[in-house]
């Protein structure tokens, strides 16, 4: 086998379809690993610094594409030395990247990777693979990779959760859910009913989305995230890189939802559609109306939108393994692959690391490895103060905003999308609240 390194995409080009089609043929396909987004990804500075380096390896046998894996080439400063690290392109960013390739080949395709990278080993000093679940070929690396020069190393990290879609009905679903869990969502939504006028608003049609994405980002201000890096913000790049999955060459097909209480919007929901799966790309609520539970809420819609849109499953990423549990997902826990060249600076910083976390472990004891029970992220950030915003971003949240909201109506009920009334969401819920039913329906899709 033979690996090609490509250090700009555009080089790649003329494989573009051939790595589309792999990665359909691949036992998870994944829309993170399309040439496509790629390219919407490589454009943004803040995800891809100035100063990294694209390592696109295509794997060939013979002129025939056997297998792609995206990689990044950085610099860090470890022990106040320069140090490069090898990473895959979209870590953080996607759901387990990895390697693309055929269930059969991916033994084959793994080793040619591995052996390529080994072989240029003066030109890193970390290797790593993170957020590797159990299926992986990346997790079984060659025994060089572990003696001589080399140290390997495995380490958890977040599990993803998905919900596989097995019921006909959002009722059937809410039935499944444990009672308890059951007894929170429908008094939340009642008590969310009974605090004004609330309208869900569901936007596919690609001429709306880009309104659907401003009125969901009037939001971010007054969320718990706005304190975190969790957040879209006002940061041009993070910006242009969502309206950049929104593009019509995306393989992803982008649906924005949002709920609206009185007229302003309070939580929303970012999904991507690929390949019979449904992505919570980002959800976000207004801390303000917590009380109301605007989150579940927008996440109760989100597994309606799944399962009437007729989807296998819904991923909702990883993370949070406590909440995601409490929605029938099925989480699976995932192990980042790290492997040191022992020369490095890395390395040094991994024995002082063990070396520190031993020395806490006999006097302290084992480090709390137990289950969370809430978002420790959210708990801590509510009692600071909240990061200030550029004021062209607050003001979002009012300039014109009632005119975007009249438009995006005209879009739903145009055709792109479902726009429900206090009454048609009172229809739609599972459980019975103490609002009248209507005899009203959707608007037309």
């Keep these: 086998m033979e690996v090609r390194c490509f250090h700009r995409l555009q080089q790649a080009q003329p494989f573009q379809q051939a790595m589309n089609a792999l990665n359909l043929s691949a036992a998870r396909p994944d829309p993170f690993s399309t040439f496509e987004f790629y390219q919407?990804?490589?454009?943004?500075?803040?995800?891809?610094?100035?100063?990294?380096?694209?390592?696109?390896?295509?794997?060939f046998s013979g002129d025939v594409l056997m297998g792609h894996i995206a990689l990044k080439w950085r610099r860090h400063r470890v022990l106040g030395m320069q140090a490069a690290k090898l990473e895959l392109l979209t870590a953080h960013h996607a759901d387990r990247p990895g390697l693309i390739s055929r269930p059969q080949?991916?033994?084959?395709?793994?080793?040619?990777?591995?052996?390529?990278?080994?072989?240029?080993?003066?030109?890193?000093?970390?290797?790593?693979?993170?957020?590797?679940?159990?299926?992986?070929a990346l997790l079984h690396p060659p025994t060089e990779a572990s003696s001589g020069e080399f140290r390997h190393q495995l380490w958890p990290t977040m599990a993803n959760g998905t919900v596989q879609i097995r019921w006909k009905s959002i009722a059937r679903y809410f039935a499944d859910l444990s009672k308890k869990s059951r007894s929170n969502v429908s008094r939340q939504m009642r008590n969310l009913l009974a605090a004004g006028d609330v309208q869900v608003l569901t936007i596919c049609d690609p001429r709306s989305l880009a309104a659907a994405f401003d009125a969901y980002r009037s939001i971010e201000p007054h969320s718990w995230k706005a304190r975190t890096e969790a957040v879209i913000g006002c940061a041009q790049q993070s910006v242009d890189y969502f309206r950049g999955l929104m593009e019509p060459e995306q393989p992803m097909q982008i649906s924005i939802q949002l709920?609206?209480?009185?007229?302003?919007?309070?939580?929303?929901?970012i999904s991507g559609a690929f390949d019979q799966s449904l992505y919570a790309l980002h959800i976000v609520y207004d801390d303000?109306?917590?009380?109301?539970?605007?989150?579940?809420?927008?996440?109760?819609?989100?597994?309606?939108?799944?399962?009437?849109?007729?989807?296998?499953?819904?991923?909702?990423?990883?993370?949070?393994?406590?909440?995601?549990?409490?929605?029938?997902?099925?989480?699976?826990?995932?192990?980042?692959?790290?492997?040191?060249?022992?020369?490095?600076?890395?390395?040094?910083?991994?024995?002082?690391?063990?070396?520190?976390?031993?020395?806490?472990?006999?006097?302290?004891?084992?480090?709390?490895?137990?289950?969370?029970?809430?978002?420790p992220v959210r708990h801590t950030r509510l009692g600071i103060e909240k990061v200030s915003c550029d004021s062209a971003c607050v003001q979002l949240a009012y300039r014109t905003h009632r005119e975007r909201f009249a438009a995006l109506v005209c879009g739903a009920r145009g055709g792109g999308g479902e726009l429900l009334s206090a009454a048609q969401l009172d229809e739609a819920l599972p459980f019975a609240t103490s609002r009248r039913p209507s005899l009203s329906g959707r608007c037309p899709r």
């Design 40 to 59: 919407n990804y490589l454009r943004n500075g803040q995800l891809f610094g100035a100063g990294d380096r694209l390592w696109l390896l295509l794997v």
């Design 105 to 136: 080949h991916a033994p084959l395709v793994s080793g040619a990777i591995y052996a390529y990278l080994l072989s240029r080993r003066q030109e890193w000093g970390l290797l790593e693979f993170g957020e590797q679940d159990a299926a992986s």
């Design 259 to 269: 709920l609206f209480l009185d007229g302003e919007p309070i939580a929303g929901l």
């Design 288 to 375: 303000r109306h917590a009380r109301l539970a605007p989150g579940s809420a927008i996440l109760l819609m989100g597994m309606r939108h799944a399962i009437e849109g007729g989807y296998q499953r819904f991923n909702l990423l990883r993370g949070f393994d406590y909440y995601k549990l409490r929605w029938l997902a099925d989480m699976r826990g995932t192990q980042s692959l790290q492997i040191y060249r022992r020369v490095s600076p890395f390395h040094w910083r991994r024995i002082l690391g063990d070396t520190r976390r031993r020395w806490a472990e006999r006097w302290f004891g084992p480090a709390d490895t137990g289950q969370a029970r809430m978002n």
